[in-house]
Structures are given as structure tokens and as C-alpha cells.
């Protein structure tokens, strides 16, 4: 995940940008995942009780380890027998595990299964897994599924290479978009604003010195990912790492997901990328087709066409 949070220790001081929930302010909305349509920001609706629920998840999420309640006292701006009260009744719920020896508290497997239960509701990993699996066998590097969740790449769907060398990823895991070649895809099938709306709120930062850190240049970096059709990650997330992605449309013509094949830059050399591109663009536009789109075919004659 891109969230800049310290290490939780006694005393630390939080400093969570990315958080959006507005505790306490009675004049203010708050983001909440899921409100359909975009309208998330601007919604009137607050319910303390679970802003309060899940701004604390949020900063357990975080954090690079276990939180005690002294620490999530001051970072959710609230009283300590308010925290204990609220972090009790996530425990019940299994959202939150309090570890018994040191008070200590970390997320809950309830928030694994529920998220996984949401992935599976979508009906995408198993119309995508005969695509993924072509595309491994094929290339025999690792291949992964990923949607755009809140402007960031989250990983769906993964089936790994069996070479010794491969990459390290996992499913349920988040990445930035900007420097990564699935979120490039995507980010490609955007609207300027959109992109715009996504820069503003995750920046650009240096990751390695191959990373896209100017709105101009991942404008111009977009552009070339629609004119060639698939997106690459020039070791711009991962030094030594290259990636290769192809969108997937849905019914209505719109971004759904992006399929990408991912492996050391030494076996994906750069000689290889087009013949790698053109194959996900062929199984994205196959699974793009089987979800619905009309234009996909017509786009997969285009691009060979080309």
C-alpha cells in the first residue's frame, strides 16, 4: 500500500494523508469505499460510530506493526475508554486480534475473508483464469489480475512462475498506479480528470530512478500506452523487475480490470516486450469480449492490423 505511516511504537505520532475519515467535525463528510458512483466525497451521511470503526482499522492497515491503545488514542483524536470500547467490539467481530501477552492490536482474518468474498462476488477470477493461465504457460513468467481500487492497483487474481527468480507479489496487496504497468493500463482507459484526480491524491513519488514523478510525463507516458495498446513498467516500481499489461473492458465498453505478465528484466528484456504485449492484448480483448464488449474484436484485428 502507498499509506505513509510510521511504525507504531509508544508515543509515536501518526501522520496518515491517505485516511479521509474527518473525526469529530460535524462540518465535514468523510470517504467511504463503496458509496456507489463516485459521489463518495460529497456524501451527507456520517455515522460516527463507524467513521470512528473504520479510521482505526485504517490506521491498523498502516502501520508496520501492532498498535496498543495509547497509540490509537491520539490518532483517532479520541478518549482511551472510547478506543477500548470501539476496538472490544471489532475483537467480537474478529476484525481486529488483540494480542493476549502485550495488549497489542493488529487486523483481524474476518477482514481476509470478507475481502476475499467481495472478490469473488465479482465473477472475474474465474472467467479471467484460463487467460492467466495461457499467458504463464506461454511465457512461463508470473501473470496477475489486478482492478483499480481508489485510484491504486489492487491484485485479484495471481498464478505464479516456477522459475527460482520471479516476482514477488501477492494477492489482496495494493500498489501504486503510476509506476506499475497494470495501473498504467488502466490509468490509459481514464479520463484526464480522472487521472488528474488520482495524481492529486496519491502525488508521484520517487520509487526507483526509472519512476514517472511529473504529471507531464505520465500524460505523455498514457499517451503511448493507447497508441501501442499495452502498458510496461520499465523497472520503475522494482529495480531489475519488468512489467508487461494489457486493460480489460466490461460490457459498456469501460475499464473493468488489466492482465499483466511480470518477471526479471533479464528474462523480459525489451527485445521481448511486443511479443509479450501483443499476447495480453489478444487474452485481455478475448476476456474483454466473453465479459461483453462489443468492440473487442475489432479492436484485436486493429492492433494486429498494426
Not at 511504537?9 to 475519515?21: N, P, R, T
Request: proline share 3%.
Amino acid at each position: 500500500m502507498s499509506l505513509k505511516t510510521p511504525a507504531c511504537k509508544d508515543g509515536a505520532v501518526f501522520s496518515i494523508e491517505s485516511i479521509h475519515f474527518l473525526l469529530d467535525n460535524h462540518n465535514s463528510s468523510h470517504i467511504m469505499a463503496r458509496v456507489p458512483q463516485s459521489k463518495t466525497a460529497d456524501s451527507p451521511y456520517k455515522v460516527q460510530v463507524l467513521d470512528r470503526a473504520l479510521a482505526a482499522l485504517a490506521i491498523l492497515a498502516a502501520s508496520s506493526s501492532d498498535c496498543s491503545l495509547a497509540e490509537l488514542c491520539p490518532a483517532l483524536k479520541l478518549h482511551k475508554s472510547t478506543v477500548h470500547r470501539l476496538m472490544m467490539v471489532l475483537e467480537q467481530h474478529r476484525l481486529v486480534v488483540k494480542n493476549a501477552e502485550t495488549g497489542r492490536y493488529r487486523l483481524g482474518l474476518r477482514l481476509y475473508e470478507l475481502g476475499s468474498r467481495a472478490i469473488d462476488g465479482l465473477d472475474l477470477r474465474g472467467r479471467a483464469r484460463p487467460y492467466l493461465d495461457r499467458l504463464q504457460a506461454e511465457f512461463g513468467e508470473t501473470v496477475f489480475l489486478c482492478i483499480l481500487d481508489e485510484g491504486q492497483v489492487f491484485y485479484v487474481e495471481k498464478v505464479e512462475s516456477q522459475q527460482s527468480v520471479r516476482t514477488a507479489c501477492t494477492v489482496g496487496s495494493r500498489a501504486p498506479a503510476y509506476c506499475t504497468a497494470v495501473g498504467k493500463a488502466m490509468l490509459a482507459e481514464l479520463s484526464e480528470a480522472e487521472v488528474s484526480k488520482i495524481v492529486r491524491r496519491w502525488g508521484l513519488k520517487p520509487v526507483t530512478a526509472n519512476t514517472i514523478t511529473t504529471a507531464g510525463a505520465l500524460k505523455t507516458e498514457l499517451k503511448a500506452v493507447r497508441t501501442r495498446g499495452y502498458a510496461i513498467d520499465d523497472e520503475e516500481k522494482e529495480q531489475g523487475l519488468r512489467c508487461v499489461s494489457a486493460a480489460v473492458r466490461g460490457h459498456s465498453g469501460r475499464l473493468f480490470a488489466a492482465m499483466s505478465v511480470s518477471g526479471p528484466a533479464f528474462r523480459i528484456t525489451k527485445e521481448r516486450i511486443p511479443g509479450v504485449g501483443q499476447a495480453l492484448m489478444q487474452a485481455a480483448n478475448e476476456l474483454s469480449a466473453e465479459l461483453g464488449f462489443q468492440g473487442a474484436p475489432l479492436e484485436v484485428a486493429r492492433r494486429a492490423a498494426g
